[in-house]
């Protein structure tokens, strides 16, 4: 059985011919000697490498596409729920077994979960790499998720849920997803809900693993001090044939998600806090729009930087705020511009008139050919500084991977912002700065306060 | 003249002889190519530098022996004010020209107040760092602390205290170092406090910046793709004869704290939090003490990860927490070792219990030697793993240097890492863990209750 991926080097490159399951692509080979390559295992699984000459170490992942999207409301929080009770125990490791076994040498393991992937990973000396992947690919495989581990899991999961809250920078920014996905698996919180987590059995989510965890749906990457055929030979011992699979990848998640919101639409958590936290925004392109990168100049210029408008206007000229800034976020069909900004009550209404009014100057008259240059700079020194780490590689190519099916040399990435022109940046302005915006408060108001906000 | 300083090669070694001024000495040469150099310039200012190969870019730090341990309780927090002030312009560039020459190129530029220093750094492409030098010479010599931006900076810094407030992990960190070190230098928090910041005038600040910015209390690192001769050029360049100095490195801090706290002291942050956060913990040693790599080995045994003590028995077995555990943190004649952990107030007197428990168990009985030798490798790897990026190598040449005076190779430190016996650590655990403990709290409580946890 042949694979149907897609190996792409980037825009406007014809897509090359795909590569049989079992046949290894090399992917990049650039000028400092870092190497990418990729194969299909015979289950679907794939797996991505990356060279990193000079580095000691390798990180490894294992990548999962699932998370909290895919979840319905009564199950809300699944997907983090697992990643927590993998780490429990498996078949032939209790918890105390994995987690000396990793400190014993230093490694760093851990796991995070988000709206459309899952992913467990370990830092490691690259002499350890053997013990990190068989210890990761046991607790996706093995995991044995008794009853009595999600018990004792439970309260730390509702114990994480009441740390998120007690942090009003991370409260208000899932508030500010509910607020704009509204009653959407986007807008529900990664974590769940109290009433959610008290309420999943052991079947949810075992079950959950059980038909989630399958190999076309999982991606192993690594980068550092690695070779592919090293990794292949360990992935594919620590692996075995545990995982089913249709022998060849998931699909990539496409389509666009429906969502219905009032216009300035506002969501409040009422807190005596010192600081008032808000986040204004509104829906933005998916992460298979080209307008992308027009859209990533655009969010440097504006609030990406110390030179940022908002950053120069509020904090720099005013001294308002502490921070202030803002972020662009791209799922499969949505995504989200939003600002965000930390200060005291009595600062809030001139905080918000100067964010909107920066934000309707642009969608009006766009940035200055100066502004647009320095983004695109900025973007291009921030990805190659971004990419120096183990860590990162290893993320890049996990996400990619999940995301787009492809790899894209950093090259190619560099060339596509370089090719951003002023008027595709007025643009998406022009877009998204027209639109109807969302507001999430937490801070000392009521619900009636919101309206004059 | 010649300077004073002792260049060590670690435990054991004889100190070489002092390197004139002017003259370079090579500190290290490993085994993947990595170059350690030092030179003193004239005005006693120090130069360190680290080449990394296989990486493209380079982080730059410039070091200033200054911090909140060096301020009267009336000016707390100059030094920390002035480190946001110096971004607001110098006598030839605006805030704005300093922040746009950075994001042009994509750069990360910002600064740390830490007790017992200051520190600007800068992240860039390695052909960018004649620009990091440049800029961060002019604000560390030539920044203009004009009254009219320290107005408006006072705004900025007081909302920085309202966020640090509002965090409660960051809230009951300050609140230790106050309930455990009392009134002396190091009880106070870096940020200042309300009261401090409302009263500082443009001669407090203004005046410790002349008085405390001098070549000799000034240490310039630099890592990754560098070239020491090239960053002594510029340096010399970008510095010329702006700063004073006696032409001799500063002396390094030494001595004791003399800190008088009652028994079991307590301090509380009263707080409708979901979670209580709690730090408990006990004088430590300072950073000079030999001692310190039994206590590294203790702490990381104890509570340091996943297979620590604490984590295992609070977080693993029983479920009562999301995060809990423990450090080391060492100052110039005085240290402290904590335990933090943030849980449900019905959780509390039982995580307390245990704390207490594992700690007096630790004191009795020590370690055995499956965990010293687990934590000196959980130690070893961490090490080796926390250098692979140019930051944490800038950052390791400057404290260093400031807090020791000389540059220990990193198989040096391994070496002690590797030395430390079982009996070292159970002496160390048997005087640490038999001291009266200090528990800082915040939550939902009243002082009433202290009593009682």
Known sequence: MTTSDVIGTGAGADAPAPVP?????????????????????HGGLRVLTETMPGVLSATLGIWVGVGSRDETPAVAGSSHFLEHLLFKGTSSRSALEIATAMDAVGGEMNAF??????CY????????????????ADLVTEATN?????ESERTVVLEEIAMRDDEPA????????????????LGRSVLGTVESIEGLTRDDVHGWYRSRYAAPSIVVTAAGRVDHRQVLDLVTAAFGDR??????????RTGDLEVVRPAHSAGLIARRTEQTHLLLGAPSMGRHDERRYAAAVLDAAVGGGMSSRLFQEIREKRGLVYSVGSALTHYAGAGAFSVYA????????EVLRLIRGELDRVAADGLTADEVARARGQLRGGLVLGLEDTGSRMSRLGKSELSYGE???????????DAVEEAQVRSVAADLFGRDTCLAVVGPYRESDLDRL
Chains 1, 2 share one sequence.
Do not use: M, Q, W
Request: glycine share 8%; aromatic share 4%; proline share 5%.
């Open 21 to 41: 399951v079992g046949e290894t692509a090399l992917l990049d080979l650039d000028e400092v000697g870092g190497r990418v390559e990729r194969t299909t295992l």
């Open 113 to 118: 979960t988000a709206k459309e992937h899952t």
């Open 121 to 136: 990973y370990a830092n490691v000396l690259a002499s350890d790499l053997p013990l990190a992947v068989t210890l990761l």
């Open 146 to 150: 008794t009853a009595a581990d999600l």
């Open 170 to 185: 991370d409260a208000v920014h899932d508030l500010f997803s509910e607020t704009l996905f509204g009653d959407t698996s």
């Open 243 to 252: 995982l089913s699979g249709t022998g060849e990848p998931a699909p990539l």
């Open 342 to 349: 930390g200060c005291s009550k009595k600062r809030v209404p």
């Open 407 to 417: 790899y894209v040399p950093v090259r190619d990435v560099l060339a596509r912002i």
